[in-house]
């Protein structure tokens, strides 16, 4: 875990070497910010449950210092408590000044995590939601083709 953690952020040149122990150290860290639970950190990550591997990506890339993340589905397919943990370590690193752009289908999502939502349907923008509007009932009036006149006439 520490290694797969730790890889994107190595600067690799023809002099470098790996430090061991940054790497371990930056790796713990990540993990209990994240609370990634392994029976063993010398497990691959394929041998983790699904909230505990995407945990582990999340830890992969944050390391690398972005400004931004872009999120894809970030929580598909992983429990409610691995959910609830993403969540909050994604607000906090926002409250950090880092940006984040989630990409979802999950509509709790997009109410948990946004500020602001573009809708799109048939792969066209319907609609910006901000504020008050960013709504369950806001989302699903662009989303459902209500919130457009012109369609269906």
């Known amino acids: 875990i ?3 953690i730790a890889l994107p952020a190595h600067r690799v040149g023809a002099l470098s070497r790996l430090d061991r122990r940054a790497e371990r150290a930056a790796a713990d860290g990540h993990v209990k ?3 990634i639970r392994a029976a063993s950190p010398w497990l691959k990550v394929r041998q983790l449950s699904g909230g505990n591997q995407q945990k582990v990506l999340f830890a992969k890339w944050i390391g690398t210092g972005p400004s931004v993340l872009i999120l894809d589905e970030p929580t598909r397919g992983i ?3 691995a959910k609830k943990e993403l969540y909050s370590f994604i607000r906090d690193r ?5 940006s984040a752009l989630v990409i979802s289908s ?3 999502e997009i109410l948990g995590l946004c500020t602001r939502a573009l809708v799109m349907r048939g792969g066209r923008l ?3 939601l901000e504020g008050d ?3 369950e009932a806001g989302v699903m009036y662009l989303a459902t083709g209500l919130g457009n006149k ?3 006439s």
Not at 94 to 98: D, F, I, N, S, T
């Open 133 to 135: 509007a960013l709504t």
């Open 94 to 98: 926002v409250q950090e000044g880092l």
């Open 2 to 4: 520490p290694t797969n």
């Open 150 to 152: 012109k369609e269906g």
């Open 79 to 81: 429990d409610v408590s």
């Open 106 to 108: 999950a509509l709790e």
């Open 126 to 128: 319907v609609g910006e």
């Open 33 to 35: 910010r994240l609370q």
